[in-house]
């Protein structure tokens, strides 16, 4: 069981490591001895990797051989209220697990896919397409969320940004938005975009889409069967139907969900995140039949027109 010390050394590696056992002692300010007991134990558990350098031993992220979840990404949204009854569940059955907040999804599922993070609520597209890439370093576990997206259109530019290989490409391509497109790693910097004129339209998750309307700028939703999705790395193989088992009974209990603490999580106000939550509709399981629906956006999403362009330099 992991206890809210073994928390701390991992979320001090995982914000600011590699570091040596001596940064990172003092990152934490507690003694050589008392971070070199926690570190054996966690990497025991695969939940950092330790390697020598010149006799000096490098801390660093974990590997893929986790035992339990100990991390919980999360993208900076309105979408996730069952998250706080899900960590803590989790932690009553595997101690202590606590939650990073992500910007960018593509980053979150690349750090679920190295073992950074255990678990990610993380949008279908994003973690079928790492299945895939990884040969299987990632899988979809549990239910989620669907809806709160849109495209929200500006008074000048042209163009549309959005994120890269996410729910909101797929809007883009599902919408069929004028090119060039333009990448951004948050949802404040697509909204920016917009608003400022630097393109015509925008693609954005709630809240962003609610405070864009607050701007005075029109919005237009974008109705996708499926958003996020609970990942897991595969290191977790062995506990995925619990996991499944304990997810399906978090996103069960969601009209009870504590949304001053979630609002606190997400660094969002109690009242944008009590309002825009509504958008959104939730997953105990996930949708087969819906992921198959959507493959033919996704795979024109995951290589879009541009890709050419983009990617060949010769």
């Known amino acids: 069981m992991l206890d809210q010390v073994d928390a701390d050394v991992i979320r001090a590696v995982s914000e600011h490591g590699p570091l040596t056992l001596s940064e990172l002692s003092r990152q934490l300010g507690w003694s050589k001895s008392m971070v070199l007991k926690r570190v054996r134990r966690l990497k025991s558990l695969g939940l950092i990797s330790v390697r020598e350098e010149g006799g000096v031993a490098i801390i660093g992220p974990g590997s893929r051989r986790a035992k339990a979840p100990a991390i919980v990404g999360i993208v900076r949204a309105s979408e996730y209220p069952y998250i706080v009854r899900l960590v803590k569940k989790l932690s009553d059955r595997y101690g202590y697990v606590t939650v990073k907040v992500y910007d960018d999804a593509l980053q979150e599922v690349m750090d679920l896919a190295a073992g950074r993070i255990q678990l990610a609520m993380a949008p279908a597209i994003t973690l079928l397409t790492f299945n895939r890439l990884t040969a299987g370093a990632v899988h979809i576990v549990g239910g989620g969320s669907k809806g709160g997206a849109g495209v929200v259109e500006g008074r000048s530019g042209s163009g549309h940004a959005t994120s890269r290989l996410s729910s909101m490409e797929l809007c883009a391509e599902s919408s069929g938005l004028e090119p060039p497109r333009v990448y951004l790693k948050s949802g404040e910097d697509i909204l920016n975009s917009v608003a400022r004129g630097q393109v015509r339209e925008a693609v954005v998750w709630e809240p962003y889409l609610s405070m864009a309307s607050r701007m005075g ?72 039949d819906a992921l198959k629906r959507l493959l033919p956006h996704m795979r024109s999403a995951a290589l879009p027109a541009s890709v050419v362009s983009e990617a060949v330099r010769a």
């Open 217 to 288: 700028l029109r919005t237009e939703p974008c109705d996708l069967e499926t958003c996020c999705l609970l990942g897991a790395n595969s290191s977790l193989e062995e506990e995925y139907e619990r996991i499944t088992s304990i997810m399906e009974e978090a996103v069960s209990e969601v009209k009870d969900a504590d949304l001053q603490a979630y609002a606190n999580i997400v660094g969002m106000p109690y009242q944008l995140v009590e309002e825009s939550v509504r958008s959104y509709l939730f997953l105990e399981r996930p949708d087969r």
